[in-house]
């Protein structure tokens, strides 16, 4: 099975500053999620991220917010960009594995608290 | 639109069996996950139905029924460790994970 590497695992930032959260899986995948878990809900896809091309982002969520790299096919970074209190959150980076992607694999998390 | 459905909160006691149940509409199906949440941690993967049928293992089973778009998580001689949330999601027609918003699980002794 997969194994994610995340990090940070936590932060607390200042309001209009960014930060970059990187994701390190130890093998070799295609695709990588990012989703975003306010406090007491369940999972929301921010964007999936493809080696060697722009990621896809979902409906409500922009690159200029959420710039992400995969510069490989082990490696990933989300960026949160231009914080506010609302960016207060769970970030979570995911892949799958196994016939039919049938394993979901999540790195540990980073808590963001933003003042 | 594309809805997973579950009880927002269960109590049950130590030692005890406990069934949650998730139902589904969503474009399409390829398959249904259930994960287990810590508070402040991420999902851990517990079980992966495609096919209709119950899938054991361990204390934990899983059920699904496509035509009636429902599942749910049996758990089995419950531990105090068990207290988590568990998040149903279903693979749609896009390959996208939609997540149901969880069901909080509190075990009593």
């Known amino acids: 099975s997969a194994v994610i590497s995340q990090k940070p695992s936590r932060d607390i930032c200042q309001r209009g500053t960014s930060l970059t959260i990187q994701c390190q899986v130890d093998s070799q995948v295609t695709m990588m999620f990012w989703y975003r878990q306010q406090p007491g809900q369940s999972l929301t896809l921010i964007a999936t991220a493809n080696q060697g091309s722009e990621a896809t982002y979902e409906s409500g969520f922009v690159i200029d917010k959420f710039p992400i790299s995969r510069p490989n096919l082990t490696f990933s970074t989300l960026t949160v960009s231009n914080m506010s209190p609302e960016d207060s959150s769970i970030y979570l980076c995911s892949t799958t594995e196994g016939t039919g992607a049938s394993q979901v694999f999540f790195g540990s998390g980073t808590q963001l608290s933003v003042l | 639109g594309q809805n997973i459905d579950q009880p927002t909160e269960m109590t049950a006691t130590e030692g005890a069996i406990v069934q949650i149940n998730c139902t589904y509409q969503?474009?399409?199906?390829?398959?249904l996950f259930w994960y287990q949440q810590h508070a402040g941690e991420a999902p851990t993967f517990l079980s992966y139905n495609v096919l209709d049928g119950l899938e054991e293992k361990g204390r934990f089973s899983s059920f699904l029924s496509r035509s009636k778009g429902y599942s749910y998580l049996l758990l089995k001689e419950l531990q105090m460790k068990d207290s988590a949330s568990y998040l149903c999601a279903v693979r749609d027609s896009n390959y996208q994970l939609i997540w149901g918003a969880g069901t909080k699980l509190i075990i009593k002794p």
């Open positions: 969503t474009s399409g199906f390829n398959g």
